[in-house]
C-alpha cells in the first residue's frame, strides 16, 4: 500500500542506486558525477574505500572536484549517523548551499547467531528519511551492493526510495512506499523470543523504583567490560524508555536485560494497548526548551538498533548495545563548508543537539575584547614609562569601537579594555580599605600639574599600599602621616 506523500516529500529526490559489479558502478555512477562537475554542483560523497579507489580511477583528475568523507565510522549506531546526515544538510540549507550526498549503507548481512539484522533495521531509518531530509533542498542517493545482501531485502531497498539510478538516469520510482506505511507495518511483525535466561528481571510499578534500576544497570553494564560513558549510554537509554512505560503505558512494566557474546540487550514491555506511533523516534525534539518527545529519539541516539512491536495488549521496545558501536564514537566527517559538528556524547545524552540549543536570556558577561588592545590601532598610543618622568593624562575617548566602548583606558597596555566598569586600581587608595586619596594626588616621581612641588620633592601624602604609611627616620613614632 502505498500513502499520499506531502508535497515537499514529493519534491525531495531520494535515489537508490543498487549495483551487482563495478562495472554497474562505473556505468550508472561515473557519468551521474561528470554532470554534475560540469554543471558546477556539490558533490559530498559519503563511501567505503574500495567504492571510493574505483570512482578515483575511472574519474581521473574530476575526482579532484568533488567531497569526500570518511565511513569508516559512520554506521557504527544507525540513529547517530541518521541524524549526523541531517544536521550536516540542515547547515547547507542554513547556510543557503545545496549539495548532493551519495552514502553507502555500511552494514553486511546478518551472521547465522547474529542477535539482529541491522540491514534490515537500516531501511527503518532510509524509509524516514523522505520526511526528515525533504525540508533541506539537498538530493540524496544512497548505494546498494546487491552481492552483500539477499534479495528481498534489495527489492524492500527500491520500494523506500522515491528515485532509482538506473542507466538511463534518475528515474522516478512509481512503486514507492511512504516512511509512515512502511514504519507502521515494520512495528506489526513480533520481536524474536526472549531467552529462558536472562540477566536481569525487574518489574516495575513506579517512577521512584528508577534509581535502584540505574543501579542495577550500572552494574550489569560494568560487568560486562564496558567503561564509564559507554554504561552512562546504556542506563540513560533503557531509563528513558521504561519512563516511557511507566508514564504513557499501562502498569506494570517489565524489564528483562541479557546479553549474546559481546551485546547487551535490553526489553521493556508494558501491558498497555496504546501503540507507539511509528514514526516516533525519528526525528529530533526541536526547541531545546520543548519538554517532552525525547525518550525514543535519545534511546535511537545511544543505541545501535531499535526494535518495538505495538501489539493489541501490551508493547515492546528492544534496545541493542554491541560493545564495539557503543564504545567507538559514530560520527564519520562530512566536509564541504560549512560543516555542522557532530554532536558529542555528552550532548547526545542530554537530549539536546547541540545545533538545537539556544543561549539562556540573562545578564551579558563583559568580556575582554582582544581587538580592542592598543596594539590592534585603537586607543590612545601608550606614553613613556620611564622612571622618572610623569605619565601623560589620558586623552580624551576615540572614536566608538564596535563594541560599543570610547576607550578612555585603552591608552594602558597592562590592561585590556574591558566593556564593564573600569575598577579603582589599589594605588588609588589603601588597599586594605583605608582611607582613599585626596583628590589631584598621583602615584610616582613627578608632581601632579599645578601642584606648585619641584620634581623630586616628596609628596605630603603618599600612599604605599599598607594600612599605615612608613614613618620617616626622622619622625617620631607617634606620627601617622608624613610631613
Known amino acids: 500500500m502505498t500513502g499520499p506523500a506531502s508535497p515537499v516529500a514529493r519534491d525531495f529526490v531520494h535515489a537508490a542506486l543498487i549495483v551487482d559489479s563495478e562495472d554497474a558502478l562505473r556505468a550508472r555512477l561515473v557519468p551521474a558525477l561528470r554532470r554534475s562537475v560540469a554543471a558546477h554542483e556539490r558533490v559530498h560523497l559519503l563511501v567505503g574505500a574500495h567504492v571510493e579507489r574505483v570512482l578515483r580511477d575511472a574519474l581521473g583528475t574530476v575526482a579532484d572536484r568533488l567531497e569526500w568523507g570518511e565511513s569508516a565510522t559512520f554506521h557504527l549506531r544507525l540513529g547517530f549517523a541518521y541524524e549526523r546526515l541531517r544536521r550536516y544538510l540542515a547547515a547547507q540549507h542554513a547556510a543557503g548551499s545545496s549539495v548532493h550526498v551519495i552514502t553507502e549503507a555500511d552494514v553486511s548481512a546478518p551472521e547465522r547467531d547474529a542477535p539482529v539484522d541491522r540491514a534490515t533495521a537500516h531501511l527503518s531509518y532510509e524509509s524516514a528519511c523522505g520526511d526528515a531530509y525533504a525540508d533541506y533542498g539537498c538530493a540524496v542517493t544512497c548505494l ?54 536472562v540477566d536481569l528481571d525487574v518489574g516495575l510499578v513506579a517512577l521512584d523504583q528508577l534509581n535502584p534500576l540505574r543501579a542495577a544497570l ?51 514491555d508494558d501491558s498497555g494497548d496504546r ?24 534511546a535511537r541516539q545511544l543505541a545501535d538498533v531499535v526494535t518495538m512491536h505495538c501489539g493489541e495488549s501490551s508493547t515492546s521496545v528492544r534496545l541493542h548495545f554491541p560493545h564495539v558501536g557503543t564504545h567507538g564514537r559514530p560520527a ?44 590592534h590601532g585603537w586607543g590612545t598610543p601608550a606614553p613613556s614609562t620611564v622612571r622618572g618622568r610623569r605619565r601623560s593624562a589620558p586623552g580624551p575617548p576615540t572614536a566608538a569601537h564596535p563594541c560599543g566602548c570610547t576607550h578612555r583606558d585603552a591608552h594602558v597596555p597592562s590592561r585590556p579594555h574591558s566593556t564593564s566598569a573600569p575598577r579603582r586600581s589599589p594605588r588609588d587608595g589603601i588597599s586594605t580599605g583605608g582611607r582613599t586619596a585626596p583628590p589631584g594626588s598621583r602615584i610616582g616621581t613627578g608632581p601632579p600639574p599645578g601642584s606648585g612641588r619641584r620634581t623630586g620633592q616628596k609628596p605630603r601624602w603618599r600612599p604605599s599600599g599598607r594600612r599605615t604609611p612608613p614613618r620617616r627616620r626622622d619622625q617620631p613614632s607617634t606620627s601617622r602621616y608624613c610631613r
Not at 532509482?164 to 528515474?171: K, Q, R, Y
Not at 502498569?251 to 528483562?256: K, Q, S, T
Request: glycine share 10%.
Open 218 to 268: 550500572r552494574g550489569w553494564a560494568e560487568a560486562r567490560s564496558f567503561d564509564a560513558d559507554a554504561t552512562g549510554d546504556v542506563v540513560v537509554a533503557v531509563t528513558e524508555v521504561a519512563t516511557n512505560g511507566l508514564v504513557h503505558g499501562a502498569l506494570p512494566v517489565r524489564l528483562r536485560c541479557w546479553h549474546h557474546g559481546d551485546t547487551l540487550i535490553v526489553q521493556v
Open 275 to 298: 501503540p507507539i506511533p511509528p514514526t516516533a523516534g525519528f526525528r529530533g525534539p526541536g526547541s531545546a526548551d520543548r519538554v517532552g518527545g525525547r525518550g525514543l529519539w535519545l
Open 332 to 375: 564519520g566527517r562530512l566536509t564541504g563548508p560549512p560543516t555542522a559538528a557532530a554532536p558529542s556524547r555528552r550532548q547526545a545524552r542530554a537530549g539536546v543537539v547541540s545545533a538545537a540549543v539556544r543561549a539562556r536570556p540573562g545578564r551579558p558577561r563583559a568580556r575582554r575584547r582582544r581587538e580592542c588592545w592598543p596594539s
Open 144 to 197: 546498494w551492493d546487491s552481492r552483500r545482501h539477499p534479495t528481498p531485502l534489495i527489492e524492500s531497498v527500491r520500494t523506500l526510495h522515491n528515485h532509482e539510478l538506473t542507466d538511463s538516469g534518475c528515474l522516478p520510482n512509481s512503486g514507492h512506499v511512504g516512511s509512515a506505511d512502511y514504519l507502521r507495518r515494520i512495528s506489526e511483525i513480533p520481536l524474536a523470543a526472549v531467552p529462558t535466561m
